[in-house]
């Protein structure tokens, strides 16, 4: 293992083969050392290598892909535009089959947990409505009391600013 020696916050690695401290000093072995203290470790090298695998292999994938969809795309473009009369209205009929069978499952949804609600079968999510209830109904109590408390104020400015109405 090499030897280094440390002054202040700088590391110098020794340079073997050379006998004299001029050459130590040299810029060639001032930018060996700057290199060597900024090199990466082992584990940072290999996930850079895991990265240049991983996305030379995904972008050859890609390629793979992009090559396979033009050229189905060339090859059945002639059946697509021969049977486009066909496919047309089935994407039409299947879409609008879908959704209607989509907002009926939801309505039937609804309707039947409303039903288990209010026959007091404590359908899941019924105690969050409950306190929902319990709160819309606070606050407006609230309301109501000041606005019996703070109404006759208003009335009594309105009928000073209209004193003939």
């Known amino acids: 293992m090499a030897e280094t ?31 060597r203290s900024h090199s990466p470790t082992s584990s940072q090298l290999f ?12 972008l050859f994938l ?5 090559t396979a969809v033009g050229i189905g795309f060339v090859v ?5 535009i021969i049977s486009s009369p066909v496919w047309i209205p089935v994407f039409i009929g299947v879409g609008g ?21 209010f026959r007091g079968r404590h359908p899941v999510g019924s105690d969050q409505m409950d306190y929902a209830r319990g709160r819309i ?13 703070y109404g006759g104020y208003f009335h009594g400015r309105a009928k000073d600013a209209a004193p003939g109405a």
């Open 62 to 66: 890609l390629g793979l892909t992009v």
């Open 47 to 58: 996930g850079l290598l895991a990265l240049f695998i991983s996305g030379g292999i995904l």
């Open 76 to 80: 059945f473009l002639p059946l697509i």
């Open 5 to 35: 020696f440390s002054r202040g916050d700088a590391q110098y690695w020794p340079i073997y083969g050379s006998s004299n401290t001029t050459e130590r000093n040299s810029p060639y072995a001032s930018l060996v050392r700057l290199l």
């Open 137 to 149: 109904y606070d606050t407006a109590s609230h309301v109501k009391d000041y606005a019996r408390e």
């Open 97 to 117: 089959f879908l959704s209607v069978a989509g907002f009926l499952v939801g309505t039937l949804a609804v309707v039947s947990w409303a039903y288990r609600y």
